[in-house]
T-cell receptor
């Protein structure tokens, strides 16, 4: 098992560019989430999914889109990157009947 | 809305000694889960210990234990026999037990330094 895999690990964008952060898990987990971590703050929930085809907004969803076409993948899209989206992004997953979330290694994104 | 507060931005402890990290939370719910996560310089979020609110017994995992005071809404982490590898940021987190609630609410973290 690879667990939760995030790509890329680092990315630099220019303001206005778009990109997709990839997240894949091989544990057949129903629930997947995206968080962002900013300096001096804990992680904050962006979007989450409770199963294929079902997504919902978290605490800070503006500027981000998600979709969940398969159980394994949960990509996060930035449609028009802004400097305020400079952050470290974490993907997480958990089984439906358990309450422990497993985190990926994170993606450090800088928007210039 | 639930909030999690970690009032100690930084802590330090001598190697082999014991240290306690504080966490308080605010919620109107009766059933929930509490977690301590460790984030070393590698950035990986590692689960240290978890506590179910309906359990009165404090959770323990080897050198890590918690003091869960439900009425006081307090959830402190005790690390015994501190080791150099324990140096990291530690985050306290809360999650509702309500079905479909995916949000983990994190505190702002405590940076733990181990002094050799």
């Amino acid at each position: 098992n690879a667990g939760v895999t995030q790509t890329p690990k680092f990315q630099v964008l220019k303001t206005g560019q778009s990109m997709t952060l990839q997240c894949a898990q091989d544990m057949n987990h129903e629930y997947m989430s995206w968080y962002r971590q900013d300096p001096g703050m804990g992680l904050r929930l962006i979007h989450y999914s409770v199963g294929a085809g079902i997504t919902d907004q978290g605490e800070v969803p503006n500027g981000y889109n998600v979709s969940r076409s398969t159980t394994e993948d949960f990509p996060l899209r930035l449609l028009s990157a802004a400097p305020s989206q400079t952050s470290v992004y974490f993907c997480a997953s958990r089984p439906g009947l358990a309450h422990i979330q497993y985190f990926g290694a994170g993606t450090r994104l800088s928007v210039l | 809305a639930q909030t999690v507060t970690q009032s100690q931005p930084e802590m330090s402890v001598q190697e082999a000694e014991t240290v306690t990290l504080s966490c308080t939370y605010d919620t109107s719910e009766s059933d929930y889960y509490l977690f301590w996560y460790k984030q070393p310089p590698s950035r990986q979020m590692i689960l240290v210990i978890r506590q179910e609110a309906y359990k009165q017994q404090n959770a323990t995992e080897n050198r890590f234990s918690v003091n869960f005071q439900k009425a006081a809404k307090s959830f402190s982490l005790k690390i015994s026999d501190s080791q150099l590898g324990d140096a990291a940021m530690y985050f306290c987190a809360y999650r509702s037990a309500n079905f479909g609630n995916e949000k983990l609410t994190f505190g702002t973290g405590t940076r733990l330094t181990i002094i050799p």
